[in-house]
């Protein structure tokens, strides 16, 4: 075979000539170096390659070496706690190898081939397996129990299982024979292509919220395990906390956080909380129960277009053990500008804003692999996507939120005005949807109350109302508008500050269980409900917010869960006492 | 990379950008020398390379190139420089030449300019603030070491003088300690470049400051080193010597302006206004060399100026500034208009690293409570001087008029200081509290009872 060699390089795109045979999407090693690159671009015998690394230095007539693999990772135990970059290498293991700094041409496999792990066969000899058969499990933290699979391009009878013991990544654990008699050795490590979605049976329709414990998500704008969702916001909106605390509190079994093209002070954040944190539900750090991409923007563009890949393949291969596994994505943006980037390089012709005419069925690809499925080996298992969408001057019109919008099916606005008066989450509540609202009713009747849908209607109404009277304001001034329409706009105040405002950094207000949501729009919805029969009793607005129990709505959020319990009836008691009717 | 070659087969000159024919292994990123027909030299940089064809981008300019003469050395490196201890209190060019008179500095190591990303997991998350003296930053918009904090301006607006009492008064928290300056000017005049070199001497701030100065009518294809040379040398201070070093750089717009014009001259199909598609990538080289590293005591905070064309903040370069720095801080117009200094506009300002760096042991434990408050109250009197401009004050209720009052001596005794008045914590989260005392307690709906009975000085209404 002749030896391929680079003809032209620019930037992080590279072109080789003598490729022949070569497969788009392959992998290549590209240098001296042995740069990372994957191939994007054929002609004839060139071959068009995106590199993962800085390609400083690399000059023409360097040597590239084909792989015939395309750009894959590496599954099975040990995956959990680690952190990766975009093309799953693992950033401590790298920072061993070489130091503070990533340097170029370094690279570590990324699961441990030294740490062993407990494994029980659960196949005999003779049995018929066939693609996502279970061969055993491995207890990978105390929640989490790892199911083996076998790859599910894979056949077979068992001719020989390894007995229950301790055993690396890369022992074999299972002799196959396949239809031909060949006997193929397979390890707990797999390999899947990061481009392709792994099978399954069929998709399910979605059942049950992810509760998050943002009151605002949960009760206003609900999300389901295996959901899509988008946030997108200018800067400063918040985009990342909400993200953060979705990762920290949502119910999933699985958390998957691609850092995508962000702040390296952010990972470093993620990095600092997650080990101390505890996740609500299994009492067990955070970070037990999370995989970390994390791909600055200051770290090489091409491996950034493939961290979204990374991180959505992980996500299924734990979703193929049957659990609930969420992924965060932030930004999307940040990818698809990757893309742009590379797109301008092959000197595609482009589509709206300079973004590549596939952009729209690249983002569509990748929500799709989210949904709640029936696995191959017949278990539930589902991945809920949320994606941060940063577009440009926060302009919603910009092409990367409207093709992301055509997909998902949350939207939670991000609003600059609101956390200009740092009232976060940012959820502006006039522009964002949730299209599972109907989906999760049964749900929060069964765990919440019977009252949640209408609640919920009524409280999203009162706040449309808001709207309406603030511009009618602006107009003829607070003093000539009906009592009525005072007391309304005082409820919708304290619905905004008491409920919708909730602090990250407070640490009994980061996470709202759904049983209090449940209590606090109770409270206001009553107060509302009885505050306006009082209104047309003859009791002014004015006296209504000088009620004692007016203030005791106010900062229901910072108190702990169990002095609420306790509290809600004295309230709900107090109100009745305090308005005329209010026993009815 | 191969070691030296030269070639005089200049084929195509297009603006910043030239071609040279008859070279197979041209390094990308490879610095190269452009000798001119006259005998001068500069210096350029290999930004595409292929069998027969190198294209290098000139950071002197074109101007007098021909395609007989010239020659071009191509030098088998990428671009490095030499650094040393001794660069503190010097003054160079935008290409690292000293031009305040004195030799060149004797080199203790030399370094790659584009620098090499830090590890994410050998970041050490910034938590330690620094006491900058101005309360609407240290109050509301909390600057922490290691953080990248820009300074969103316009032009006509006092934004050199900030920048230069930042760095003045600018204190490590809890110590005396000052900070190691790196002062990068990319196109600023020369008006404002003797500002700052005037400001630094007078101060005693020069001795451990060092200065790189690309003035406006230097070349401005120079502009795309200067912040890279600015902050390999903040790197050394910091990482190797262990000094807290900010770094200064304006302005980031004349920066961008220099990349629109390469991008232009290679003829690449541009993104929002011209601007490159990979600008964000761009941006984030610079920005993200920010931080601090476990384990080594020196820390770099950045705190880049950028004017916003039209003072509009959704233009490209602030916007994918924003996106990238750890928050920003924002100059009004408005505000300087009512002679209020430093004119900053707190509301859309942001310092994402506040939270780490205030509270309890760090700054005090009200600290986050009071903002938050301020916040609240100044967005609510704000929109009622919206309201009151158009239907006049009467129907507004006490608690309105309260609000309206707060919104005017905010402005003028919180925001507004003297160009020389240093402010501590705790006298900036005092004279917040003699604000906030002008309302009733209930008002103060986002501070905590126990706070508001520590530090509340108003009656008991």
């Given at each position: 075979m002749t030896e391929s060699s680079i003809i032209r390089i620019t930037g992080p795109v590279v072109e080789a000539d003598r490729m022949r045979g070569a497969q788009m999407y392959e992998v290549v090693f590209v240098g001296e170096d042995e740069l990372i690159g994957e191939i994007i671009g054929l002609y004839n015998d060139t071959a068009t390659i995106q590199v993962y690394e800085d390609t400083t230095g690399i000059t023409p007539g360097e040597p590239v070496k084909r792989s015939t693999m395309p750009l894959s990772v590496e599954l099975g135990p040990g995956l959990l706690e680690m952190i990766y970059d975009g093309i799953q290498r693992p950033l401590t293991e790298l920072g061993d190898l070489s130091g503070d700094f990533i340097v170029r041409g370094v690279s570590a496999p990324a699961l441990s081939r030294e740490k062993k792990f407990l494994f029980t066969p659960s196949?005999?000899?003779?049995?018929?397996?066939?693609?996502?058969?279970v061969i055993g499990s491995v207890p990978e933290t105390k929640q989490i129990l790892h199911t083996i699979l076998l790859a599910p391009d894979l056949s077979g009878t068992v001719e020989r299982i390894a007995g229950e013991g301790e055993y690396t990544v890369d022992e074999t654990i299972l002799w196959l024979k396949d239809d031909t008699g060949k006997v193929q050795k397979i390890t707990m490590l797999q390999r899947w292509p990061v481009r392709v979605p792994r099978p399954i049976q069929s998709k399910l329709p979605a059942i049950r919220p992810l509760i998050t414990g943002q009151?605002?998500?949960d009760s206003f704008f609900p999300m389901v395990q295996g959901g899509t969702a988008a946030v997108p916001g200018p800067f400063g909106a918040g985009k990342t906390v909400v993200q953060h605390q979705l990762a920290k509190w949502c119910d999933a079994d699985i958390i998957v956080y691609v850092?995508?093209?962000?702040?390296?002070n952010e990972m470093a954040d993620v990095l600092r909380q997650f080990p101390s944190l505890v996740d609500p539900k299994t009492k067990e750090p955070l970070m037990k129960r999370t995989v970390l991409i994390g791909n600055t923007?200051?770290?090489?563009?091409?491996?950034r277009e493939a961290s979204v890949y990374t991180g959505i393949t992980i996500a299924e291969y734990y979703r193929d053990m049957g659990y609930s596994v969420a992924l965060m994505a932030d930004s999307t943006s940040r990818w698809a500008e990757a893309m742009r980037e590379i797109s301008g390089r092959l000197e595609e012709m482009p589509g709206e804003h300079g973004y590549p005419a596939y952009l729209g069925s690249r983002l569509a690809d990748f929500y799709e692999r989210a949904g709640r499925v029936k696995t191959l080996s017949g278990e539930e298992g589902s991945i809920s996507v949320i994606g941060a969408v940063s577009p440009p001057g926060g302009d919603f019109s910009e092409p990367v939120t409207q093709n992301t919008l055509?997909?998902?099916?949350?939207f939670w606005a991000l609003d600059a005005d609101l956390a200009h008066q740092r009232h976060f989450p940012a959820v502006n509540w006039l522009l964002s949807y949730s299209l599972y609202s109907d989906l999760v009713a049964p749900w929060w009747e069964k765990h919440g109350g019977s009252e949640w849908g209408t609640m919920r209607s009524d409280l999203l109404a009162l706040l449309q109302k808001e709207n309406e009277l603030e511009e009618i304001v602006q107009l003829v001034g607070p003093d000539l508008l009906p009592e009525e329409d005072k007391f309304t706009l005082n409820v919708a105040a304290i619905l905004r500050e008491s409920f919708l405002v909730q602090s990250a950094f407070d640490p009994v207000d980061t996470f709202c269980p759904p049983e209090k949501q449940y209590r606090m729009m109770t409270l206001i919805h009553r107060y509302y409900r009885l505050g306006r029969h009082a209104v047309g009793e003859g009791m002014t607005a004015a006296e209504i917010q000088q009620l004692p129990v007016t203030a005791r709505l106010s900062r229901l959020g910072p108190i702990p869960h169990e002095e609420f319990d306790s509290l809600y009836p004295k309230i709900c008691e107090e109100m009745n006492s305090a308005f005329p009717g209010g026993d009815a | 990379m191969p070691p030296l070659r030269e070639f005089q087969s200049v084929v195509r000159v297009a603006g910043p950008i030239l071609a040279v024919s008859g070279i197979d292994d041209a390094g990308y990123n490879e610095v190269v020398k452009v000798l001119l027909p006259d005998g001068t030299v500069r210096t350029g940089q290999?930004?595409?390379?292929?069998?027969?064809?190198?294209?290098?981008?000139?950071?002197?300019?074109?101007?007098?190139?021909?395609?007989?003469?010239?020659a071009v050395r191509f030098t088998g490196r990428p671009m490095t420089m030499p650094v040393s201890k001794e660069m503190l209190g010097r003054i160079f060019s935008g290409s690292a030449d000293p031009i305040d008179g004195g030799g060149s500095v004797v080199p203790e190591k030399e370094m790659e300019i584009s620098g090499y990303a830090i590890n994410p997991t050998k970041r050490e998350f910034p938590q330690d603030s620094i006491e900058t003296g101005i309360s609407a930053i240290d109050g509301m918009n909390t600057l922490v070491q290691g953080q990248k904090l820009p300074v969103f301006s316009g032009s006509g607006l006092p934004h050199s003088f900030l920048a230069a009492q930042i760095t003045r008064q600018a204190r490590v928290r809890g110590t005396d300690e000052s900070f190691a300056v790196v002062f990068a000017a990319m196109g600023i005049t020369h008006e404002e470049a003797r500002f700052f070199v005037e400001e630094f001497s007078e101060t005693g701030a020069r001795a451990h400051a060092v200065i790189f100065l690309n003035r406006a009518d230097d070349p401005a294809i120079e502009r795309i080193v200067t912040p890279r040379l600015a902050l390999t040398a903040a790197e050394y201070l910091a990482f190797d010597l262990g000094m807290h070093v900010l770094v200064v750089m304006q302005d980031i717009t004349a920066y961008c302006e220099a990349l629109r014009e390469v991008s232009a001259a290679r003829e690449e199909i541009p993104a929002r206004r011209g601007y490159p598609g990979y600008m964000y990538t761009d941006l984030a080289s610079l920005y993200e060399r920010a931080g601090r590293v476990k384990g080594r005591p020196g820390s770099i905070t950045q705190l880049s100026i950028l004017s916003m064309p039209d003072d509009d903040i959704t233009h490209p370069v602030p916007d994918l500034t924003g996106y990238i720095t750890e928050g920003q801080i924002v100059l009004s117009r408005e505000l300087h208009r009512k002679g209020i200094y430093p004119p900053i506009d707190v509301l859309p300002c942001l310092s994402r690293l506040m939270q780490g760096g205030i509270g309890?042991?760090?700054?005090?434990?009200?600290h986050a409570n009071v903002s938050s408050q301020l916040y609240a109250a100044y967005a609510r009197g704000r929109r009622l001087a919206g309201l009151v401009a158009v239907i006049g004050d009467e129907g507004l209720t006490d608690v309105d008029r309260l609000y309206l009052t707060f919104l005017d001596r905010f402005e003028h005794e919180f925001v507004g200081q003297k160009r020389d008045e240093g402010r501590s914590f705790d006298e900036t989260l005092d004279r917040a509290w003699d604000l906030l005392s002008i309302f009733p307690q209930d008002e103060l709906k986002r501070i905590d009872p126990k706070y508001i009975k520590e530090h509340y000085r108003g009656g008991t209404g």
């Open positions: 196949l005999s000899e003779g049995d018929e397996i066939s693609g996502g058969a009151r605002v998500i850092g995508c093209g962000e702040r390296g923007s200051n770290m090489p563009v091409a491996a055509r997909i998902v099916r949350v | 290999v930004l595409e390379s292929r069998k027969g064809m190198a294209i290098v981008m000139v950071f002197g300019g074109t101007r007098d190139l021909d395609c007989d003469i010239t309890e042991g760090r700054t005090r434990p009200d």
